[in-house]
């Protein structure tokens, strides 16, 4: 029996001295880091997100489905649908871009204050805008964009409109944010004077030891035909990162060729010109959509999903969700041909097209679908966007509590989203 009390006293030191040295500074976050880090490395391994594929499913006629639409478009809280859309021209008349004529064969912009996104949860976003605004002697830093942007520290992504919303409401400075862009306009923005700051998809190792496909911002500051390559912020990385023109064409049409330029006001239409037909941005939209639409049918592979993903999300934004809708249930089709390590399962976690789709279309179950699978492949959830969509599928479907405890949890990792405090409103019920 001296034995057992002998190991019960060293069991008890063990413990003592294992809170002490967790009461050391930076000790007990490296632990829980580390801890963390086996949980997801655990949960991947036993429930590989790569290996689940999403299936649509529509279970409405012609005439239901016309219904259910009409009825979704007029509850809808953030969107204002149009009562009939105009399918867009498929070669639409562009006005030439005003760019320097030739453009410089080399460009570097110096001014960019470098700040990395290390130290900080998924702090690429914060990290990246804080670079932009600091070109244009913005003071602030990257904590100073994070508070209002990603109050909940875990969250998964910051959507562009988001990066977009900051600048005119936080600062000084306006913005632009389109969609559709191409390296020529990319290389005259530069060449303009202006940074660019881009949302791209890169295969990079993530925190359960992979290498798969997620998203990341860049700052592009420079270019260099010689060499064939960009000058990139990168917050990941380090500062004058470069990045070859293909390299940074084929990570960026993962996110529709997305892109933000910041400038003070008084130079709008400088960057107007610059912009040239992307000034408009339902223009800019059909250019993207135009665009996707053709390479639908000349990529293969992720390409191909990138493409019809993209052509759903531009006819996303010109409100065609019919249209939309028949668009990814393309993209999730060719998804499912993928070999398991291509497949960009974490597409969801940025960009929400499909869920306005098959929403504004009345496939509530698609929607619950989608968002459900998001939610459960990702360790830890902290994915606002695919809740408060799930919420509103399951409004729909009269699951009233379900729907509740969604918006609740989606404002739990977004204090103060505005959808979520929106459907919430509309319910009748606090936050």
């Known amino acids: 029996m001296k034995w057992l009390k002998r190991l019960g006293i060293l069991l008890m030191v063990v413990v003592v001295m294992g809170c002490l040295i967790l009461a050391i500074p930076g000790v007990k976050e490296r632990v829980l880091w580390h801890l963390q880090q086996w949980s997801v490395q655990a949960q991947y391994t036993f429930n590989p997100p790569e290996k689940q594929v999403f299936i649509p499913q529509s279970t409405f006629d012609d005439m239901i489905w016309a219904t259910q639409t009409a009825l979704a478009m007029a509850n809808t809280p953030t969107v204002e649908p149009t009562p009939t859309v105009t399918p867009p021209p498929e070669s639409p008349t562009l006005t030439p871009t005003l760019l320097p004529t030739p453009l410089p064969a080399r460009v570097t912009l110096n001014g960019v204050k470098y700040y990395d996104q290390h130290g900080l949860w998924n702090y690429c976003a914060p990290a990246n805008l804080a670079m932009a605004l600091s070109f244009w002697g913005w003071s602030g830093d990257r904590t100073d964009v994070g508070k209002r942007v990603k109050p909940f520290e875990k969250d998964k992504n910051v959507m562009p409109y988001e990066l977009a919303d900051y600048v005119q409401e936080q600062t000084h400075l306006a913005v632009a944010l389109r969609s559709g862009g191409n390296l020529d306009l990319l290389k005259g923005l530069i060449a303009g004077g202006f940074p660019v700051l881009v949302e791209k998809g890169a295969y990079m190792q993530d925190i359960s030891g992979k290498i798969s496909w997620m998203g990341h911002y860049a700052v592009v500051t420079g270019y260099d035909d010689s060499q064939q390559q960009f000058i990139t912020q990168d917050s990941f990385y380090q500062a004058n990162y470069p990045v070859s023109y293909a390299d940074l064409e084929q990570g960026w049409r993962a996110f529709n060729f997305v892109f933000l330029v910041v400038y003070p006001p008084e130079r709008e239409p400088e960057v107007m010109a610059l912009l040239g037909p ?21 990529l293969e592979g992720v390409n191909r999903f990138f493409a019809w993903y993209n052509r759903g999300t531009s006819l996303v934004g010109i409100q065609d969700y019919l249209g939309a809708a028949g668009a990814y249930d393309e993209a999730f089709r060719v998804y499912a041909e993928l070999p398991e390590k291509q497949r960009p399962w974490r597409m969801l976690w940025y960009q929400t097209g499909p869920y306005f789709a098959y929403f504004y279309s009345g496939r509530y179950a698609d929607v619950n679908n989608l968002a459900t699978q998001t939610i459960e492949a990702a360790s830890e959830p902290y994915i606002e966007e695919s809740f408060y969509w799930r919420a509103k599928a399951r409004q729909a479907m009269g699951d009233w509590d379900g729907a509740v405890s969604d918006l609740r949890t989606s404002l739990e990792y977004h204090p103060g989203f505005p959808p979520s405090l929106a459907a919430l409103t509309d319910m009748g019920v606090s936050p």
């Open 278 to 298: 992307y000034a408009d941005a339902t223009q800019a939209l059909t250019m993207a959509l135009n665009r996707a639409t053709s390479e639908t049918s000349q």
